[in-house]
């Protein structure tokens, strides 16, 4: 039987998001809209990312009501969105169709012969990035679907040409088994999104599912560095390419590593035992590294030139929010990083070391209750790069707070590993705290995937002003 098209435009041309002022939905609302269906949407709050979609013809609803529902064919939600939705409500009330977003994306890459899926606990938004730049340096014209901001491509979506999709695949939720990847990346397998998966167990035969979707012909790109990811490999029927920094049997690997005097780093490509290309990247970190191997199998497998994949990767010079430049003032300079697991942490602490600095300042943000409780011991051990570490609040996000864990006990925790924590509650007060105790060529980098960013905004100002 053949499978339903939820997309079909002979049954759906008016299409409804809740919640389009989101990364992903905006970016599907976009894709849709240039597909020729008619996009309206609601969110709470107006933003430069609504008020782009308005100018690109998208009607905008600020907040969320049962009046905002003109007759759409389709209505997309996320999965932050409650069941209590008065949009939701009215919509099932009519009888109209309603799909999550991971849906959607699936759908939509249903459309385009050679998807490409970047999955993996952490790298996926740089990883994606760098096989964009290196598919557009090789003139493949890709549509792009990133869960950051691209410089390059004006965002986080790119309508390209129709044959190849990029896009990210995240395993919260199993939202990545919705996809339809012809090649698959993974780029490591750790435990996170503890409130949802029982453990590494279940996360690993979630990837299984993931990479089983992948059909025989196509192809698994596997970071073999990574244990969790090289044990599932023999249960997996495709074509699979391996790479890795540390791993003799890598097919692709990165050798005489470097970096300059701005932590850039360079390696020589092999593949097979052979050398490739000399590759020089415009990002920092080992983890940098790894993510760019991984973008240069992935794109040499599909017919990249060399020369392509060397000029995209030097091209790459980042995301917003991963190790991005937020400002230099009195000497004192600002980074702000999405890290919020240990093992992101560690990796960017490790990349700062190659940043010429005197002391190393790390403010971090505590992204969710069930993540900071289950991994606390892991999170005390992942700031022995830093001098001195401030932690904020915890950032809820989707959580209710049931009093079991705060931001207190993570500091106390980093405490009995090396006493260099501090916690301090309000951003404010954190900008004033640094703007009193840093000095002359230390380095401060904000960290969390909330709203810390915005502490390194003030204390800027705050140097500016004084």
């Known amino acids: ?113 050679y998807s490409i899926n970047v999955s993996g606990t952490h790298g996926k938004t740089t990883t994606t990035s760098m096989v964009t730049m290196i598919m557009m340096e090789a003139g493949l014209d890709p549509t792009v679907h990133i869960g950051g901001q691209l410089n390059a491509i004006g965002g986080n979506t790119k309508i390209g040409g129709n044959k190849y999709f990029v896009a990210e695949a995240c395993e919260y939720v199993e939202s990545f088994l919705q996809f339809y990847p012809f090649m698959g990346i993974i780029l490591n397998i750790e435990a996170d999104h503890l409130d949802y998966f029982k453990g590494i167990d279940h996360i690993k035969e979630s990837f299984i599912k993931f990479a089983r979707l992948i059909p025989k012909e ?48 360079s390696y020589t490509l092999y593949k097979s035992n052979e050398e490739i290309a000399k590759i020089s990247l415009s990002v920092t970190g080992m983890h940098n590294i790894s993510n760019s191997l991984a973008a240069a199998a992935a794109c040499y497998t599909i017919g990249c030139s060399v020369d392509s994949i060397k000029n995209g990767l030097r091209k790459f010079s980042g995301t917003h929010r991963r190790f991005e430049l937020k400002g230099l003032s009195k000497d004192i300079k600002v980074i702000d990083d999405y890290a919020h697991h240990p093992s992101e942490i560690v990796a960017t602490l490790n990349a700062a070391k190659n940043v010429p600095h005197n002391k190393l300042w790390c403010v971090f943000q505590p992204h969710t209750y069930t993540r900071t409780k289950a991994l606390l011991n892991d999170f005390s051990k992942s700031f022995n790069d830093a001098d001195y570490v401030i932690v904020s609040d915890i950032y809820a996000a989707r959580e209710p707070d049931n009093g079991e864990i705060n931001s207190l006990i993570l500091s106390d925790k980093i405490n009995e590993v090396s006493p260099k924590s501090k916690y301090i509650k309000g951003f404010e007060d954190i900008a004033n705290y640094l703007h009193e105790k840093a000095t002359s060529g230390d380095l401060i980098i904000t960290m969390g995937a909330g709203d810390i960013y915005r502490v390194g905004e003030i204390f800027l100002d705050m140097q500016q002003n004084a």
């Not at 009330?93 to 890459?109: A, D, H, K």
């Open 218 to 265: 196509g192809y698994l790109i596997a970071c073999i560095d990574d244990n969790n990811t090289r044990d599932i490999l023999n249960k997996i029927d495709c074509n699979i390419i391996t790479y890795g920094l540390n791993s003799e049997d890598a097919l692709w690997q990165a050798r005489n590593i470097q970096f300059d005097e701005d932590g850039l780093g």
């Open 1 to 113: 039987m053949t499978e339903k098209n939820l997309l079909d435009p002979n049954l759906v041309k008016k299409i409804h998001f809740v919640g389009i002022g989101g990364i992903s939905m905006s970016g599907l609302a976009e894709i849709l809209l240039n597909q020729g269906y008619e996009i309206s949407g609601s969110d709470m709050k107006a933003s430069n990312i609504t008020d782009r979609l308005v100018n690109m013809g998208v009607k905008f609803y600020q907040g969320h009501s049962s009046d905002n529902m003109e007759n759409p064919d389709l209505v997309i939600y996320t999965a932050a969105v409650k069941k209590d939705n008065p949009e939701l409500i009215k919509a099932q009330e009519l009888g109209i169709n309603t799909i999550e977003r991971s849906v959607l994306l699936g759908q939509i890459m249903k459309q385009y012969p």
